[in-house]
């Protein structure tokens, strides 16, 4: 069972990336998939969800109106596009399957983005 980040990087101050969340050992859909963040010296925080289907997310405010998540479950992967980067989106992000039903969670390794000139 594994989560794999990919798409970060270096990005200059009003850029773009997209992330992606490829699972495998298991099927994402009928979890809900959620992107953390977490900066160097701050707690990991919460900042995008979907619902296993698709059909309802939720944004943190500091991201709202500039990253989209979606995800693709015949694909098995979840994205998270990120619009209008600023300095302080810098972080590690980290996805997250969560079904709740069952209690069962699982958590990708991260993946580093950085956002300076």
């Known amino acids: 069972v594994q989560l794999v980040e990919s798409g970060g990087g270096l990005v200059q101050p009003g850029g773009s990336l997209r992330l992606s969340c490829a699972a495998s050992?298991?099927?994402?859909?009928?979890?809900?998939m959620r992107w953390y963040r977490q900066a160097p010296g701050k707690e990991r925080e919460l900042i995008a969800a979907?619902?296993?289907?698709?059909?309802?997310?939720n944004y943190a405010d500091s991201v709202k109106g500039r990253f989209t998540i979606s995800r693709d479950n015949a694909e098995n992967t979840v994205y998270l596009q990120m619009n209008t980067l600023k300095p302080e989106d810098t972080a590690v992000y980290y996805c997250?399957?969560?079904?709740?039903?069952?209690?069962?969670?699982?958590w990708g390794q991260g993946t580093q983005v950085t956002v300076s000139s």
């Open positions: 997250k399957a969560v079904w709740v039903a069952v209690r069962r969670e699982y």
């Open positions: 050992g298991f099927t994402i859909s009928s979890y809900a």
């Open positions: 979907i619902t296993s289907g698709g059909g309802c997310t």
